[in-house]
């Protein structure tokens, strides 16, 4: 996708399927109660075949939540109705105590601060590190402005603390396309903290990613966690035993088995659908 049409699509509702960069609304977003996200009761069906089925789910501010399953276990979809990609046929999902996801578009709920990263990262890969993190910042500008555009000595220092806390700092002026596919993954989630999300939605984080870069996003994720709440869909146990604090399993789009990561390891049910395959 070339830089001028990903521009557009940040500046209206974006196409399926595409990471969304809006900024930061989420002033008004109430966690007096500890939680920021609640799904309730939600289900989906897609031509007769039932996605989610009365699937609730709660994630407290600042949590890193795991999210584990076999294929078709509901996964995607769950991410899918947290961003207002597809609406649910029941239940609700609420961002903080008031902010009902089924009255907001895709684009308003990344604005409202949650972040998704798709398997698959997508950045502009034919600008320079540095001119990403600056892009993602500047979203709500067309490109050719924004690359003319003069940068205050505090936005350079924004992107500069970035690029150390993804560990990019020696590739800012490197273009972007040149990268490791680990070293894009890490853009594209510094492209997303630009926009200081408050809960980010991460899918398949580390798949294709070498065991040392493996390893620095694990580092990653657990600095991110308390400043930011993640949810980590991924396949790799190893790399969920290093991050995980609490694990939810889906199963036939509902909630299997939650808890420790421990508690789960050994739940005989979870070891039947998924972990003893």
Not at 156 to 172: C, F, K, T, W, Y
Request: net charge negative; glycine share 8%.
């Amino acid at each position: 996708m070339s830089s001028m049409a990903y521009s557009t699509a940040l500046d209206s509702s974006p196409p399926s399927g595409e990471a969304v960069y809006g900024r930061m609304a989420s002033e008004g977003l109430d966690t007096s109660h500890g939680a920021i996200l609640y799904l309730d009761d939600i289900s989906v069906s897609f031509d007769g075949f039932k996605a989610l089925n009365k699937l609730s789910l709660s994630i407290d501010v600042g949590e890193l939540r795991c999210v584990i399953g076999p294929n078709g276990a509901g996964k995607t979809t769950m991410m899918d109705v947290i961003t207002g990609k597809t609406r649910p046929d029941e239940g609700t999902a609420f961002f903080g105590q008031t902010i009902d996801l089924a009255r907001l578009s895709e684009a308003q709920i990344a604005q409202a601060g949650i972040g998704r990263k798709f398997q698959k990262p997508t950045i502009f890969e034919q600008h320079t590190v540095f001119e990403n993190l600056e892009l993602a910042m500047k979203s709500d500008k067309r490109v050719r402005r924004t690359l003319f555009a003069r940068l205050s000595s505090e936005a350079r220092d924004r992107i500069a603390a970035m690029l150390e806390r993804v560990g990019l700092a020696g590739a800012a002026e490197r273009v972007a396309g040149l990268l490791s596919h680990g070293q894009k993954q890490w853009l594209e989630i510094g492209m997303l903290l630009m926009q200081e999300p408050r809960l980010l939605l991460l899918d398949e984080p580390v798949a294709g990613l070498s065991d040392d870069e493996t390893e620095r996003t694990a580092e990653l994720f657990l600095t991110l966690a308390g400043k930011h709440s993640l949810v980590v869909v991924e396949h790799d146990m190893a790399f969920i035993a290093r991050i995980a604090r609490k694990v939810t399993v889906l199963h036939e789009g509902s909630v299997l088995a939650e808890g420790p990561h421990e508690q789960v390891q050994a739940d005989a049910r979870v070891i039947e659908v998924y972990l003893g395959r």
